[in-house]
């Protein structure tokens, strides 16, 4: 797969501040890149470099090939920024085909893409009214607009539904899922931890402006399997069997019953091939199995792990 989005050590830092630190991250293409943080962690930061809009304090980037502010890459970005104010006295067609001229698009162009992009967010009735006029939604949708006015190969999305009600959002998850079908590559700012889920297919993380994990949804996910079991007759002796060779067991919400009782537990595994011989530990070591299902984490559990004992 052909590579994107490569950064090297990429630092920005503000004054004393860090801004971000020591960022080595791939994004390939055709991909929804997913970087997940806290308030603060450097996220708009990274993007701000990435899209020329800050100069790197140390490390280096490449987009499409080419070195950060290469001007042929450039124009093949599309960015929507978090925070944005547009001219409120013009109409969103007009901010729009004024962004097109920027883009250095003639004016037949201009109109047809401004029509076909104002669909594409939704927002083709409210065309003529002033942006003053339109709700945080609307302002963000024309924003969404404005970044896919050139038709960009490569995507930056800084928060993109951040003022969406969840009937937006689901709106704005479709473009970003038929950008990718179109081959786009998409880079997604988020805290939205259910939404990166839902879409991306590779996902970082970022706390105090360093990375602390990054891959392949699936396998950071699957990387911390468990297995919840309801067991009759759990007694010590069975208990150490199943935390043999160093797994984990610990009862599942509190739901332990004593003796004979029926115990919940979950245990920790890192192989879904593992599944069977715990089963057979179980009935080999007394106890009388009523369930067994593997259970996955979710990328918030990922995430609150990760972000403990930090955060700014
Ligand atoms: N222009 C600036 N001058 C000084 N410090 C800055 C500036 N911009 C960002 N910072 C600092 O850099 C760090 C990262 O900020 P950044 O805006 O990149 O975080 P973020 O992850 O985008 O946060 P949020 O989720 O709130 O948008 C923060 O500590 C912030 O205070
Ligand atoms: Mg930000």
């Not at 502010?69 to 104010?85: M, S, T």
């Not at 076909?116 to 003053?132: D, M, P, S, W």
């Not at 595994?269 to 067994?292: F, H, K, M, N």
Request: aromatic share 4%; with cysteine; glycine share 12%.
């Amino acid at each position: 797969m052909t590579t994107v989005i490569r950064t090297d050590h990429l630092t920005k830092t503000y004054g004393r501040r860090t801004g971000c630190e020591g960022i080595c991250l791939s994004v390939s293409e055709g991909q929804i890149f997913g970087l997940l943080g806290p308030n603060g962690a450097g996220k708009s930061t990274l993007v701000k470099m990435l899209v020329g809009l800050l100069h790197a304090t140390s490390g280096s980037a490449e987009i499409l090939g080419r070195p950060l502010g290469n001007l042929e890459a450039r124009r093949q970005i599309g960015f929507l920024p978090e925070n944005f104010r547009y001219h409120e006295w013009l109409t969103g067609q007009e901010l729009l085909s004024f962004h097109g001229s920027l883009y250095r698009m003639d004016s037949h162009g201009i109109r047809e893409r401004v029509t076909e992009v104002l669909r594409t967010v939704g927002l083709e009735r409210a065309a003529g009214h002033r942006i003053g006029t339109y709700s945080k939604g609307m302002q963000q949708r024309l924003g969404l607009a404005s970044a896919l006015l050139p038709d960009p190969a490569v995507l930056f999305l800084d928060e993109p539904t951040s003022a969406l009600d969840p009937l937006g959002r689901r709106e704005v998850r479709e473009i970003m899922l038929e950008l990718k079908r179109r081959g786009k590559t998409v880079f997604l700012n988020s805290h939205l931890l259910s939404e990166v889920e839902m879409i991306c297919d590779q996902v970082a993380m970022i706390r105090e402006g360093r990375i602390v994990a990054a891959g392949a949804l699936d396998e950071l996910l699957s990387a911390r399997l468990e297995v919840e079991m309801e067991i009759a007759g759990l007694d010590a002796r069975l208990r150490q069997a199943l935390e043999a060779g160093g797994r984990t067991v610990a009862p599942a919400g509190g739901q332990v019953a004593a003796g004979e009782g029926v115990a919940v537990v979950r245990v920790g595994i890192r192989d879904r091939d593992e599944i069977p011989a715990l089963a057979q530990t179980v009935v080999d070591g007394g106890g009388r199995l009523y369930s067994l299902r593997p259970v996955r984490d979710s990328l918030e559990d990922l995430f609150v792990d990760l972000m403990k004992g930090g955060g700014s």
